[in-house]
């Protein structure tokens, strides 16, 4: 038991140190196996890319006379491809490999303070080296870039290791390893708060990488052949106790291991590529590192004198393996390819060309003990004819050979693994341009460098620099392929245009990788390019066999679906349960928009804890839209805060614009048709927001401001744009301009072709009734001609329209009419009482019950108004009236402190309904509110300065309030706008007035 447990034989601090150090040891045998199972993946993540691409919705719909009119708008829809990110480059991995690396050099440099002066020397010769290779001059200490801090670091721990070395060698090595952490301790402090780059322990771990390899070298000297050991061990401990020759057994045993080896040996060399199972590297260095733990004992016997295993021996061997079982680590959860082939070539030669000339070497010595019965084992260091020293030199020997055979291909992996080191440090520094010359120099190197191609691939790629990501991509597949190289290739090759080279790329990944739901979903993204639905559904139905948990397949077959119009089909698709997932929950609101769906979906505030990008933009958009009559104060607020957020500046107009449409329904029209004003003259793609406004100002009847809007939106490609523009001319008296009007006539599009003939009789009509022949002539001939028609000739055509609807768009035609000149008997004639309202068209029905409302509100007519105001179908345009009509009906129950506040809101939300406007600015003045009142005047006036009405309303407001000045500026302004007379007349009364207040 003492022998096997050896630590046994050191006293108690010593054993404490010694146990401490082997589970450091055994932390990083861990590391590296974790290291070696993630490979690429510790530095390369699986992410999405959302592509969005806006479809045309309509936020309202409505009327001006028979005319359809919709307000525009732009859904996103999502579609989600699987990328293999660029390398994410893991400071942590650094602070954890340079904590168990110098864990071993301390407990390294602690044992050479025991070796008599040339093996000192020697120790610390090593020492220095790694001090100076970890190049400190480029981290800056103290602003400084030259060698003096290396210089002073060797000076402090020569000094101090000399000490103890000659002056002071009673000390402990518990004593003098605290003293040299301590320096280190002290020494890594500095660096942090003196060193002028922003990852200095990154930099020192990557630009030291070669003496971590120098350190394996050396390591694998000591335990390259115990491999063998443990067979000659096995074999020959039981031929000792049992009586038999059991060399048979050792000789056949070694000849498989030895033949596995130099096949693995000539796989590395690139002589052959037969697919076997071979030892793996990693697997015989750990093997021979933790066997070695027991074997070194042994092995110091030859040089007890120089280095005696108990303890300084025992130290040292756990220190240097702790140092480069970390450095392989370090290698393999980096995915430095280049450099962990440099260390399975270090680990394949060495076992193969030690373990070969060790084989000769016990034959020689040996053979006569395996027929005595005597443990060779135990023999193995007392050698007859060859001396053990003709191992190491024979082995090198070799290996020299072999190297400069191989054109130095070892070293040249380890330059292009210490160069892939030195592209990280700049990649994570976001220094872009010199890492790609660092990883380029490279793949100079070693041209087939899987990491270092990948690397110059991926940053090139988030550059946007296509042709270079594809040739590098291209390059990192020569020798060994990945997926994540076939995904990214594939992706630079979509995004450069080349569809059929990414489709092929895929198809071709998928035969190394047949159940990768990552390469299937790629493709079928491709696919959605085309118009292969069936195909394109195939491999979004594989990528959900592969990634059952995942929204993906389930979102992308829906963005498919939406972008053909299918907008059923992708509803019925959106019914699982992803909340989390953005770009799933984007097309699920799109599909609820595009179908006119009701149903209540929830706001995932989630999406928002982040960044702010653009899915959440997306995502945002969407909801908006769908949510825009809910009068929840929550999403007005997020649009708010979001817009004041100095991140959000890129979708600031995207954002304004949100809340614009989200105020103008659900809260405050007048601030809206500001904010949508203001958007409209600072961005220069504003034709969005003027046809938004010419729609407003057209539901509102205010000709000036819709005219100039739906110029501003006109747009010769687009003959919506020209639709509008016309009609709107038409309505109000202008002549149409001849170009804009033959590209509306000429016009193929669907949803305006009925519409055409209409516009021609209007163009052509004269101001002769009888040119009216059919019910529908002479509804267009009411809606245009009606404000210029004696009252006979309005009832009389009213009373030849034959069909029903046309009588119910006519009765509120007429009604508006006679409404807007206070003319309320006449207006009263023409109400239509609809029997089955149902079969008509709601929002005919909504207006048509609007100006009954309008008229008893007029008449002042409670006892009518009463039962029905809070109740009566209202369409979208004029259901923000509706308060005036309660607040009316409510002011002999409502305390007035209350209706000042809902009067306030309604004049926000509907600031063109002046009658309503008028009565609401006298209840607020009549209740003590006099600025708000004024306030109020004035901001519905600014909205339409070519009205009458508005100004009329703020000149009144403005004597209420005594503001002389503004008063006569605003009667001198009025003048344009009414006739002379009237002008006259209205004088009289402002000037009683001014004399009254």
């Known amino acids: 038991m003492n022998t096997f447990f050896f630590w046994n034989g050191l006293t108690k601090p010593y054993r404490l140190l010694y146990v401490f150090a082997l589970v450091v040891f055994f932390i990083s045998v861990v590391l590296s196996v974790v290291a070696y199972v993630v490979g690429l993946n510790g530095v ?9 691409e806006s479809i045309k919705i309509s936020v309202e719909n409505f009327y001006k006379n028979t005319f359809p009119f919709e307000v525009p708008a732009h859904a996103y829809i999502a579609s989600d491809r699987i990328i293999a990110s660029e390398i994410q480059v893991n400071e942590w991995y650094a602070y954890v490999f340079l904590i168990l690396f110098f864990i071993g050099l301390l407990y390294a440099i602690t044992t050479i303070t025991y070796l008599h002066l040339y093996a000192y020397v020697a120790g610390m010769l090593m020492f220095m080296y790694i001090i100076v290779n970890m190049k400190l001059e480029i981290i800056e200490i103290a602003g400084r870039t030259d060698r003096w801090f290396a210089l002073i670091f060797i000076a402090l721990y020569s000094g101090l290791s000399y000490y103890f070395h000659s002056f002071n060698k009673g000390a402990s090595f518990l004593f003098r390893l605290i003293c040299f952490s301590t320096l280190t301790i002290a020494i890594a402090i ?68 030895m033949a596995n080896l130099f096949l693995l040996f000539l796989k590395k060399l690139y002589v052959i590529d037969v697919n076997i199972v071979y030892i793996n590297p990693l697997i015989l260095y750990l093997v021979s590192a933790i066997l070695g733990i027991w074997m070194f004992r042994k092995r110091t016997e030859m040089f007890s004198h120089i280095l005696p295993f108990s303890p300084a021996g025992a130290y040292l061997y756990i220190g240097v393996a702790i140092m480069s079982t970390a450095g392989i680590a370090y290698s393999y959860i980096n995915g430095n390819i280049g450099m962990t082939e440099a260390y399975e070539r270090i680990i394949v030669f060495s076992h193969l060309f030690m373990g070969f000339t060790f084989s000769i070497y016990v034959i020689v010595n040996f053979l006569p003990l395996f027929r005595k019965h005597v443990s060779v084992y135990e023999n193995v260091y007392k050698p007859v004819r060859m001396t053990f020293m003709a191992v190491p030199a024979i082995a090198i020997t070799i290996g020299v050979v072999v190297f400069i055979y191989s054109k130095k291909y070892p070293y040249h992996l380890a330059l292009s693994g210490y160069y892939t080191f030195a592209g990280d440090v700049m990649l994570k520094n976001k220094d872009y341009h010199l890492a790609i010359q660092y990883y380029k120099k490279a793949t100079g190197y070693d041209f087939p460098n899987h990491r270092a191609n990948y690397s110059i691939a991926s940053l090139s790629h988030y550059l946007n620099d296509y042709a270079t990501a594809k040739k590098y991509y291209t390059n990192a597949l020569v020798r060994d392929h990945s997926l994540h190289a076939y ?30 739901g990552e390469l299937y979903n790629n493709l079928g993204v491709v696919y959605t390019r085309t118009d292969i639905l069936d195909t394109t559904n195939y491999y979004f139905l594989k990528c959900l066999q592969y990634m059952p948990q995942s929204p993906l397949p389930y979102s992308n077959m829906a963005y498919n679906y939406l972008k053909k119009n299918m907008y059923n089909i992708a509803d019925s698709i ?36 982040r960044d702010i990008l653009l899915p959440q933009v997306a995502y945002l958009n969407n909801y908006t839209f769908y949510s825009l009559n809910d009068t929840s104060w929550y999403l007005l607020t997020l649009l708010d805060t979001l817009i004041n957020k100095s991140e959000t500046t890129e979708y600031q107009t995207k954002l304004r614009y949100l809340r614009a449409m989200k105020k103008y329904y659900s809260e405050n029209k007048i601030e809206a048709i500001q904010d949508m004003y203001n958007l409209k ?12 406004l010419g729609c407003w100002m057209l539901q509102n009847n205010v000709a000036e401001e819709c005219l100039s809007n739906f110029s501003t939106a006109y747009d010769p490609f687009n003959h919506t744009s020209a639709y509008n523009l016309v009609l709107a001319q038409l309505f109000y008296n202008v002549k149409p301009d001849p170009f804009v009007l033959n590209a509306l006539l000429n016009s193929k599009e669907q949803h305006i072709q009925k519409q055409l003939n209409a516009i021609n009789y209007l163009l052509n009509t004269s101001a002769n009734a009888s040119t009216a022949k059919t019910s529908e002539e002479k509804l267009l001939y009411i809606a245009t001609h009606c404000s210029r028609l004696p009252a006979p000739s309005n009832a009389a055509l009213y009373e030849s329209l034959t069909l029903p609807e046309h009588k119910l768009i006519a009765s509120y035609i007429l009604m508006d009419n006679y409404l807007s000149k206070n003319d309320l008997e006449q207006a009263r004639k023409f109400i239509y009482h609809i029997e089955q309202g149902e079969q008509h068209k709601a929002w005919h029905v909504g207006e048509l019950n609007f100006q009954y409302l309008r008229l008893l509100f007029s008449e002042r007519n409670y006892s009518e108004l009463s039962p029905i105001c809070s109740t009566t179908y209202l369409n979208t345009m004029r259901a923000c009236t509706r308060a005036y009509f309660t607040n009316f009906v409510n002011e002999k129950n409502i305390p007035a402190g209350s209706l000042v506040t809902q009067y306030s809101q309604a004049i926000n939300n509907a600031p063109f309904f002046y009658p309503g406007v008028e009565y609401a600015l006298n209840f607020l003045y009549r209740n003590g509110y006099k600025e708000t009142a004024y306030e109020k005047a004035a901001a519905v006036s600014e909205l339409n300065p070519s009205s009458a009405e508005a100004r009329k309303l703020y000149l009144k407001q403005c004597i209420l309030n005594g503001y002389t000045g503004p008063a006569e500026n605003t009667l001198e302004n009025l003048k344009p706008f009414i006739s002379a007379a009237e002008y006259s007349i209205y004088r009289k009364t402002i000037d009683s007035l001014l004399n009254t207040y």
Do not use: C
């Open 44 to 52: 390369v993540a699986w992410d999405v890319q959302t592509q969005f």
């Open 190 to 257: 500095f660096i942090t708060f003196t060193s002028g780059v922003a990852y200095p322990f990154l930099h020192i771990a990557n630009f030291g990488s070669t003496s971590y390899l120098l350190i394996t070298l050396l390591f694998m000297l000591l335990i390259a052949y115990d491999i063998i050991k443990a067979f000659l061990f096995i074999t020959s401990s039981s031929n000792a106790k049992s009586g038999k020759n059991h060399f048979t057994g050792f000789f056949f045993i070694t000849l498989l291991y």
């Open 487 to 516: 995904i990214g290739l594939s992706n630079a090759q979509l995004d450069a245009g080349e569809y059929f080279q990414s489709m092929f790329t895929l198809k071709e990944a998928i035969q190394k990788y047949p159940k990768s």
């Open 574 to 609: 959106l019914t699982e349960n992803f909340d989390d997932h953005i770009s799933y929950n984007t097309n699920r609101i799109a599909s609820k928009l595009l179908n006119h769906s009701s149903d209540s979906i929830l706001f995932n505030q989630t999406f928002f804890k």
């Open 681 to 692: 003259n600072t961005t220069l793609d504003n034709k969005l927001y003027a046809t938004t």
